[in-house]
């Protein structure tokens, strides 16, 4: 099994974007489901965004929708979270993460974890 790396993180005033990306080195995640969480200091780690295997089927927590775009490319082996429109509470430490079932919010379906990337908002 492979490993997830994120990366794109960074700060970023608010109003502004940022683009993630999350590669898979080692193995190949094209055939599973794909996720994005996120955890601010002294919170829980939360939902964000998910994708299914073949990319058509999409999901988002209400706080981000509508500003927010996840993506996928299987060619390159890569999920992206295409952020739009940040806000200060959009920081937190921003997770990639894999599932063998459908899409779903939940944490436990997510077995395979990237070791996060700081996404910082300033006001």
């Known amino acids: 099994q492979g490993q997830l790396v994120e990366s794109g993180g960074g700060l970023v005033q608010a109003g502004g974007s940022l683009r993630l990306s999350c590669a898979a080195s080692g193995g190949t995640f094209s055939g599973y489901t794909m996720g994005w969480f996120r955890q601010a200091p002294g919170k829980e780690r939360e939902f964000v965004a998910a994708v299914t295997a073949t990319g058509d089927t999409t999901r988002y927590a209400d706080s981000v929708k509508g500003r927010f775009t996840i993506s996928r490319d299987n060619a390159k082996n890569t999920v992206y979270l295409q952020m739009n429109s940040l806000k200060p509470e959009d920081t937190a430490v921003y997770y990639c993460?894999?599932?063998?079932?459908?899409?779903?919010?939940?944490?436990?379906?997510?077995?395979?974890w990237g070791q996060g990337t700081q996404v910082t908002v300033s006001s």
């Open positions: 993460a894999a599932s063998v079932w459908t899409i779903s919010s939940s944490r436990s379906y997510y077995k395979v």
